[in-house]
């Protein structure tokens, strides 16, 4: 079975800051790796994924993420944040097998951003 | 352009009581979904499906049923509601499972009094 931990549950950064939302996940066999943002009163977007390749991942909305494997991380960054980023960000593991069809999402990160 | 619809938004339910959540959608995809969100918990896999008349227990599925007879439909049934069920409840679908990006609902927030 794969877990994921979100490292932070609230994360309060300044307009125009970078910021980094922290993924932990686990895992005993290979995974494939997302980031889904939730915006107030609607569904999840994805915003990227790692299947395989680059371990640097770029998305949308001027997100990235770097895949670690030797520290089993996926976090997320953006270099200048930007109002309309404030959402709940979740970080989400699947293992690689054939017939895997579950996406395991982890608790979630609030990012306010303050004018 | 609708992607997927859930029906009602919001619900209010007596214990006990059963009811019907509603999903549909247009986008012609095989793989649908069903999750609950707590606060602070994340997403539950409640069920899922493949593919019309093919249906498989999530993480979370005691106290509900789903039935897929058509691709556009997923509904998600509870029988006997308990308070436990209160959540916020999210259908999702996507063309080939999980590496597709998931296409979600805006979400049916059901309250169990």
């Known amino acids: 079975a794969q877990s994921v931990t979100q490292l932070d549950s609230q994360v309060p950064v300044f307009e125009e800051a970078p910021v980094e939302l922290r993924c932990n996940y686990s895992s005993s066999v290979s995974v494939y790796l997302f980031w889904y943002v939730q915006y107030p009163n609607q569904g999840l977007q994805l915003l990227l994924k790692?299947?395989?390749?680059?371990?640097l991942v770029k998305g949308i909305n001027g997100f990235e993420a770097e895949f670690n494997k030797s520290q089993t991380s996926f976090h997320l960054r953006k270099p200048s944040v930007h109002i309309s980023d404030t959402a709940e960000y979740f970080c989400a593991v699947s293992a690689t097998g054939a017939g895997s069809y579950q996406l395991t999402f982890g608790k979630g990160t609030k990012l306010s951003v303050i004018p | 352009n609708a992607g997927v619809t859930q029906t009602p938004k919001f619900r209010i339910l007596k214990i006990g009581q059963s009811m019907t959540l509603q999903c549909t959608q247009d986008?012609?995809?095989?793989?649908m979904y069903w999750y609950r969100q707590d606060p602070g918990m994340g997403l539950k896999l409640i069920y899922y499906?493949?593919?019309?008349?093919?249906?498989d227990k999530g993480e979370v599925p005691n106290g509900y049923n789903v039935s897929r007879s058509t691709t556009e439909d997923f509904p998600l049934r509870l029988e006997l509601a308990a308070p436990s069920q209160t959540s916020v409840y999210f259908c999702a679908s996507s063309s080939r499972d999980r590496l597709n990006p998931l296409h979600f609902g805006n979400g049916t927030r059901l309250t169990v009094t």
């Open positions: 986008m012609n995809h095989n793989y």
């Open positions: 499906s493949v593919g019309a008349g093919i249906t």
């Open positions: 790692y299947l395989s390749g680059s371990t």
